[in-house]
């Protein structure tokens, strides 16, 4: 128990997103430290959950801060068999630690800029896996952020192709050892084609790590 009043909030569908291959341990402790770098105070952490919060309004009167509202992101982590699923619901306590003290579900109302929140957490866990498997480094001249084709024969793999495998494999492709070619890139989605056995391919779209079949 984290102590924060969480769990009397009505429970609400929550935005949510998978860490491929992490364990509890790492999932918790990348997303803490993620939290923190976008200036979010850690309020508590335990093995299954983690609660940040920022001020949303406050006065200062002769050097007291006294907050009338703290936007409270309560962050929960679930081991699969691939890695660590990781959701996140929003809360807004008015007059927090006080007699008044009021604490509303606003995970639908926000749930746009979690969303986002949560597409970042999963496209810089990736970048970090695939730079520590040896990602491609950017060519001589390439520019970041722009349109990328990239021929078949390349063999450029892009941040996401660990993500379009295993949507590849949920759709009942088996690996083969060639490597998944990325066919096209942008700021913020990758186009893949995966190698099954049997000769079969499978065209995969990702936007931000969430990928489905290329049309």
């Not at 335990?46 to 907050?67: C, H, R, Y």
Request: net charge negative; proline share 5%.
């Amino acid at each position: 128990m984290l102590g924060t009043n969480a769990e009397r909030a009505p429970a609400q569908s929550a935005p949510d997103v998978l860490l491929f291959g992490a364990d509890l341990g790492e999932a918790r402790s990348f997303t803490v430290d993620s939290a923190a770098s976008r200036g979010w105070s850690v309020r508590a952490v335990a093995p299954t959950q983690a609660v940040f919060e920022q001020t949303l309004v406050g006065d200062e009167n002769q050097g007291i801060l006294t907050i009338e509202k703290l936007l409270r992101i309560v962050a929960a982590f679930r081991e699969e068999s691939a890695g660590v699923r990781v959701d996140l619901r929003a809360l807004e306590i008015d007059w927090p630690e006080t007699e008044e003290e009021r604490m509303t579900d606003v995970t639908d109302r926000y749930r746009d800029n979690l969303g986002h929140a949560l597409a970042s957490l999963r496209a810089k866990w990736d970048a970090r896996r695939e730079d520590g498997a040896g990602a491609r480094p950017a060519e001589q001249g390439e520019t970041p952020g722009r349109f990328t084709p990239a021929t078949p024969t390349s063999g450029a793999s892009g941040t996401w192709s660990y993500a379009a495998e295993r949507y590849a494999i949920s759709r009942g492709c088996e690996l083969t050892d060639r490597p998944t070619q990325l066919l096209a890139s942008g700021p913020d989605w990758e186009r893949h084609r995966v190698f099954c056995l049997g000769g079969s391919e499978v065209s995969v779209d990702c936007h931000y790590g969430d990928c489905t079949s290329s049309h």
